[in-house]
């Protein structure tokens, strides 16, 4: 792009806040009653973290490439796409995501979620709070109606967060495979927020910040002794 | 006022008989406000008013009915009021197809002046764009067809040159926004039969009077002003501040006003291309076009009062 140094992050927003936010209700409203389902879905995972049992790693994988193809297939192919055209180039990297899931987590059996009370640990159920339980009412802190809710497994950014939650949980220690297209979201979605002059791109930026600081810094990693 | 350049007797014939057809086909509602001001092309001289309307944004509203239906009466506003020119891109989103809705559920206006751009970076690809935006605006042709923001210039325009050539398009252009490739933009108003520019000019951002609009006027090229409020930030910059006595000598009733005539009186400059969601704003935008239009010397008070507030 020529004289790409004279481009604004606003030179790059299609639409306004408002068809976005539009958009997530019309998503929210065409989706129902599968916020239940998701809710359901996220108790299972809240109650295999706190009461393993055999195959809680698959299970909690598999949910998470489910919900990884569902939100890029019903939210950003056939709904986000529609406003944003780059959002399309985004879906299969939700793909190879869920696909990183399945092949590592169901089909390998290589990861296994275990909370932790150190910084890792704490940031990771934090995040998983913030997805599962603040996200949803966000839209009306921010004055906008309980309809647009982003619910985790249904819009991308409380999905994308619960995911890097649970990727600090993991035993074993960081899995950047898995972290990349997560954090690339964050990057995007975030960037896209601040455009609209949204608060909530800092959410995402703040939750980048973290999961990388805790992954990259050797005294919030993971040690063998520390595993029971 | 705008100087104009000498029209032959043949456009003035036939812009008269234009002018005489579009007023008994136009709604009461455009006569009762006045027909906007036109202003012609100088490749042609045929007339157009001189405030069209844009798409950025503003009709990216996906598959959202309720939006799709305000954006078809922000079109149905804006051709009661004697507007002309819709302006799209296929870089805008859903916009195309926004503006198809509303033209189907216009029942195509055949006031309808289609400006539409090229946006790939495969020359080989640029006919299948054309022809995709096409079908979403739901026109047999383009009126217009411009090379945005010089993306691939010298693979689309002589394609768009041929276009016009076999009659598939009427008139070539192509586009810029906030000062960028200027230079560029110049070489090729100097050296290709193009009949529009499209550049960014308003009451702050007048880059383009130093070498560009004097280019135009030389060439007989006609300009299409973007980006006239800034997106919105100019007007929300300066709506905290009472209007200018000046104002009422100009016919303006709002800042908008102030600026869009700003934009319109200068000679060279052949319409702005506003871009909103609102009915009311459409209706504020169109009657800038009609009224008195700023002379130079009250050109000159707008924008040294406008730069210092």
């Known amino acids: 792009m020529p004289e790409w140094w004279t481009y604004g992050l606003s030179d790059f927003l299609l639409f306004s806040p408002r068809t976005y936010y539009r958009l997530l209700e019309h998503h929210n409203r065409a989706m129902w009653p599968a916020q239940l389902l998701v809710a359901g879905l996220a108790l299972v995972i809240l109650g295999l973290l706190r009461r393993p049992t055999t195959g809680q790693g698959r299970i909690i994988s598999g949910i998470l490439a489910l919900l990884w193809i569902w939100v890029s297939w019903a939210f950003v192919w056939k709904r986000y796409a529609t406003i944003n055209w780059a959002a399309s180039y985004l879906v299969p990297l939700f793909v190879l995501e869920a696909l990183l899931f399945f092949w590592i987590g169901v089909a390998r059996g290589r990861l296994i979620f275990h909370p932790r009370r150190n910084a890792a640990g704490m940031l990771g159920i934090a995040l998983l709070v913030l997805a599962l339980a603040f996200y949803p009412v966000l839209a009306p802190l921010s004055g906008r109606p309980w309809e647009q809710a982003e619910i985790f497994g249904l819009a991308p950014d409380p999905t994308v967060i619960a995911t890097l939650g649970l990727l600090l949980l993991l035993e074993g220690g960081v899995r950047w495979p898995l972290l990349a297209v997560p954090l690339l979201w964050c990057l995007a979605s975030g960037a896209t927020l601040w455009a609209m002059g949204s608060r909530e791109a800092l959410i995402l930026f703040a939750a980048a910040f973290f999961v990388i600081l805790a992954a990259t810094r050797p005294t919030l990693r993971w040690r063998k002794h520390e595993y029971s | ?309």
Request: aromatic share 6%; net charge positive.
């Open chain 2, 1 to 309: 006022m705008p100087s104009e350049p000498t029209l032959s007797r043949r456009t003035v014939v036939g812009t008269l008989a234009a002018s005489a057809a579009a007023v008994w086909l136009r709604p009461l509602s455009a006569l009762a406000q006045g027909s906007p001001i036109t202003k012609p092309i100088p490749s042609t001289g045929e007339r157009l008013p001189i405030v069209g309307l844009g798409s950025w944004i503003t009709f990216n509203v996906g598959e959202d009915a309720d939006l799709r239906d305000e954006c078809a009466a922000v079109m149905s506003a804006f051709f009661a009021a004697g507007g002309q020119m819709i302006d799209s891109s296929p870089m805008y989103g859903s916009s195309q197809a926004v503006i198809g809705y509303g033209l189907n559920k216009l029942r195509r206006p055949g006031a309808l002046f289609s400006a539409d751009k090229v946006w790939i970076s495969s020359g080989d690809r640029g006919p299948g764009q054309i022809e995709e935006s096409r079908r979403f605006w739901g026109v047999r042709r383009f009126d217009l067809l411009q090379v945005h923001n010089l993306l691939a210039w010298e693979e689309h325009l002589p394609a768009l040159l041929a276009m016009k050539a076999e009659e598939r398009v009427r008139y070539v252009g192509i586009t810029t926004s906030e000062g960028r490739r200027h230079e560029e933009i110049e070489k090729i108003m100097a050296s290709r039969p193009i009949d529009f520019v499209q550049v960014t000019y308003n009451i702050l951002d007048r880059e383009v009077e130093e070498r560009i609009l004097p280019l135009a006027r030389d060439r007989g090229i006609a300009v299409i002003a973007n980006r006239p409020f800034r997106e919105g930030a100019l007007i929300r910059s300066v709506e905290r501040h009472p209007l200018p006595s000046w104002a009422r000598e100009i016919g303006a009733g709002s800042w908008a006003q102030v600026i869009l005539k700003f934009i319109a009186s200068h000679p060279a400059v052949t319409c702005a291309i506003p871009a909103t969601t609102k009915v009311a704003h459409v209706k504020e935008n169109l009657a800038a076009a009609t009224g008195p239009l700023p002379d130079a010397a009250m050109r000159r008070r707008m924008a040294a009062d406008v730069a210092a507030l």
